[in-house]
T-cell receptor, first 114, second 111 residues
Framework: GAVVSQHPSWVICKSGTSVKIECRSL??????MFWYRQFPKQSLMLMAT?????????EQGVEKDKFLINHASLTLSTLTVTSAHPEDSSFYIC??????????FGPGTRLTVT | DAKTTQPTSMDCAEGRAANLPCNHSTISGNEYVYWYRQIHSQGPQYIIH???NNETNEMASLIITEDRKSSTLILPHATLRDTAVYYC????????????FGSGTRLQVQP
């Protein structure tokens, strides 16, 4: 089956620093990838839609200058959390779309900002 | 996207069938019903999807009512590893492709 990986799986950073999270589709090409965020005991919330070779589309309330998304190839999208603050601590999950229907999710990245 | 409603939680005995209901009374004709599950601290896992016919794969069966206003996900022989939050999502065939997650059903499989 289709496999999506994320790196790192967890990261701790200091307030004010930036963190980059990678999302890779390992055995298929994904023209579209999605980034979600999940706070403890809550459901996943879509942050942005990433299309290869074009600018990401951000959901309302998500700061595009804070959450930088790059989708430079059909197998890689990156999310950079700039000037991270403790309130950015969350579980970040990407998904990659294969074909018309199925989305496959990465294992998630747990970010803790101290 | 159409909204779905699911029970907050359910218990099931190990080895028994787990039947998870979902109400999607406002679903549009071009929207599929998708089921995903999320085991604690992992990314969601695709289970199954369907439009109007019942579907079965190696993981589960999906029963969609004739009027398409509700569906049931069936795990035929639940194991402890099936303990997870199960999400029922309706998504159109075209247009917006991102998934809108509700609160899901927390299934606890009991030994």
């Amino acid at each position: 089956g289709a496999v999506v990986s994320q790196h790192p799986s967890w990261v701790i950073c200091k307030s004010g620093t930036s963190v980059k999270i990678e999302c890779r589709s390992l055995d298929f090409q994904a023209t579209t990838m999605f980034w979600y965020r999940q706070f403890p005991k809550q459901s996943l919330m879509l942050m942005a839609t990433s299309n290869e070779g074009s600018k990401a589309t951000y959901e309302q309330g998500v700061e595009k200058d804070k959450f930088l998304i790059n989708h430079a190839s059909l197998t890689l999208s990156t999310l950079t959390v700039t000037s991270a603050h403790p309130e950015d601590s969350s579980f970040y999950i990407c998904s990659a779309q294969q074909g018309l229907y199925e989305q496959y999710f990465g294992p998630g990245t747990r970010l803790t900002v101290t | 996207d159409a909204k779905t409603t699911q029970p907050t939680s359910m218990d099931c005995a190990e080895g028994r069938a787990a039947n998870l209901p979902c109400n999607h009374s406002t679903i549009s004709g071009n929207e599929y019903v998708y089921w995903y599950r999320q085991i604690h601290s992992q990314g969601p896992q695709y289970i199954i999807h369907g439009l109007k016919n019942n579907e079965t794969n190696e993981m589960a069966s999906l029963i969609i009512t004739e009027d398409r206003k509700s569906s049931t996900l069936i795990l035929p022989h639940a194991t402890l590893r099936d303990t997870a939050v199960y999400y029922c999502i309706s998504q159109p065939l075209t247009g917006r492709r991102a998934l809108t997650f509700g609160s899901g059903t927390r299934l606890q499989v009991q030994p």
